[in-house]
């Protein structure tokens, strides 16, 4: 009985060590060549007029309407890691637990759901128009400022880390953790209250859905993006 007994705990030991290494294992999002496992906002294909292969990166094109790029898989718990980069005066952001419930704005320059979800800000810090520093990069945008930040400069490529477990949400940026929050937490209740998004009762409401790369009008890329679920 007890031979039975170490057999039954060792078996569910090996099991617990096996399913925890296959849900930690990382899916390449994005390779340097292959599009598949992105596709365009509420649409069934790749938008390759909107987004392009450059240099290995995935790119934005200027000059044509704003699509913005979605997992083809949700996530719920998950870490994010990416290398961007923007051009000068550039804009775009990284969005999480995302629903595909609003129409594309296409072409102004916002994403479909940013007043419903929350945001990873990538951006260029001194020549965007705006450079609040609660909308600069690595911020959660228009609520959390970015500590301990050290951004590359605008051509340069920045390391980026986005972890989702729960309701816990970290940022970080080439290396330092520059935001942490709790989402549906009392402290994020006070933030959306005082913020833009207080008359909006479904911000951040959703507990899983894709992930969304932005395409806000001006060039950004994207290169080594992987994701791991936690």
């Known amino acids: 009985m007890k031979t039975k007994f170490l057999f039954f705990i060792a078996s569910f030991l090996l099991f617990a060590t096996v399913a925890n290494a296959q849900k930690s294992k990382w899916t390449v999002l994005f390779n340097g060549s292959s599009t598949n496992k992105f596709r365009g906002y509420n649409m069934k294909i790749f938008p390759a007029n909107a987004w392009k292969i450059e240099g290995g990166a995935l790119a934005t094109q200027t000059g044509v309407p704003n699509i913005d790029l979605v997992t083809k898989e949700k996530y719920k718990d998950f870490e994010l890691e990416f290398d961007w980069k923007v051009s000068k005066a550039g804009n775009s952001g990284i969005f999480f637990h995302m629903q595909e419930t609003l129409v594309q704005e296409s072409g102004n320059g916002n994403s479909p759901n940013w007043l419903d979800n929350y945001e990873m800000q990538l951006l260029d810090d001194i020549n965007f128009n705006d450079t609040a520093a609660v909308r600069s990069a690595g911020s959660l945008?228009?609520?959390?400022?970015?500590?301990?930040?050290?951004?590359?400069?605008?051509g340069e490529y920045n390391q980026a880390r986005l972890i989702v477990k729960g309701n816990h949400v970290?940022?970080?940026?080439?290396?330092d953790k520059v935001v942490e929050y709790e989402m549906n937490s009392p402290e994020?209740?006070?933030?959306?209250?005082?913020?833009?998004?207080?008359?909006?009762?479904?911000?951040?409401?959703?507990?899983?859905?894709?992930?969304?790369?932005q395409h806000h009008g001006q060039k950004v890329w994207f290169k080594n993006i992987r994701v791991r679920r936690l």
């Not at 945008?141 to 605008?154: C, E, G, M």
């Not at 970290?170 to 290396?175: C, F």
């Open 141 to 154: 945008y228009d609520l959390i400022v970015p500590k301990n930040k050290h951004l590359k400069p605008v």
């Open 170 to 175: 970290e940022h970080w940026l080439n290396g």
């Open 188 to 213: 994020m209740t006070k933030l959306l209250a005082d913020s833009k998004f207080s008359k909006n009762p479904d911000y951040g409401k959703s507990p899983d859905g894709l992930i969304m790369l």
